[in-house]
């Protein structure tokens, strides 16, 4: 049986998930051999939901509270066996570090924690490279932790930045790489080629 796959995304109340779309495109062509069993969203009739609807996944609306035990509530009703975090915003407590991952707009960590998602972390790469400090901003993708985006890095590819950029320019470029990663690194991880091991991660990419 395929590992059974649960997906948070939090997309946004008009549009966004366009990573959870591409991990549903990758288990319906192979590239991802899971289940995914449902997907999350915060927003109850956003973007998420509608490519849930797309794909026939189940959709579940969480409006919180964002705490270990609804968290543990929702992966139970669906048994899920693994997490993936594409474009959730919402701190997660109580979920496993050795069966959740995340995937993040920038690099870690100097451009995470609380408030870095989204435009918010392209913002911060282009101040700190118009100040010479970066040259590149990247994709991490990493297990988590109960502290925002400090768990064992699993990937990271840098992603270069061009002196014309602006924050659009710089996150479609790094939302390409994040497609471009996001369904083959997920796949290793959930079918175990990629593992967490006392806190050491064993066959990470990292560039």
Same mark, same amino acid.
């Given at each position: ?13 008009? !549009? ?10 990758? =288990?319906?062509? !192979?590239?991802?051999? =899971?289940?995914?069993?449902? *997907? @999350? ?15 026939? %996944? ?14 543990? $509530? ?8 693994? &997490?993936?975090?594409?474009?959730? %915003? ?12 995340? %995937?993040?707009?920038? #690099?870690?960590?100097?451009? !995470?924690?609380? !408030? ?9 790469? /282009?101040?700190?490279?118009? $100040? ?11 297990? @988590?932790?109960? *502290? ?7 990937? $990271?590819? #840098? ?6 950029? &602006? ?20 796949? /290793?991880? *959930? ?8 806190? %050491? ?7």
């Amino acid at each position: 049986m395929k590992p059974r796959l649960i997906v948070f995304a939090s997309g946004s109340a008009t !549009g966004g998930g366009s990573g959870f779309e591409k991990l549903c495109i990758a =288990a319906q062509d !192979g590239t991802l051999q =899971a289940k995914i069993v449902a *997907v @999350v969203s915060n927003h109850q009739n956003g973007g998420v939901r509608k490519i849930a609807e797309k794909y026939s %996944i189940p959709f579940e609306h969480f409006n919180g509270p964002y705490i270990a035990s609804e968290y543990w $509530r929702i992966n139970i009703q669906y048994k899920a066996e693994w &997490t993936a975090l594409s474009g959730w %915003i919402k701190i997660v407590k109580g979920l496993n570090p050795r069966t959740t991952i995340n %995937i993040h707009p920038g #690099p870690l960590p100097e451009f !995470g924690g609380k !408030g870095f998602y989204g435009h918010h972390v392209h913002e911060a790469v /282009l101040a700190a490279y118009k $100040r010479g400090e970066v040259t590149h901003s990247a994709v991490t993708m990493h297990f @988590v932790t109960p *502290v925002y985006d400090e768990g064992p890095h699993i990937l $990271r590819i #840098p992603v270069p930045i061009m002196p014309d950029d &602006t924050t659009d320019t710089l996150g479609k470029r790094v939302n390409e790489v994040e497609h471009m990663w996001q369904a083959k690194i997920t796949n /290793l991880v *959930v079918n175990k080629s990629i593992f967490l091991d006392k806190g %050491i991660v064993v066959g990470a990419i990292l560039h």
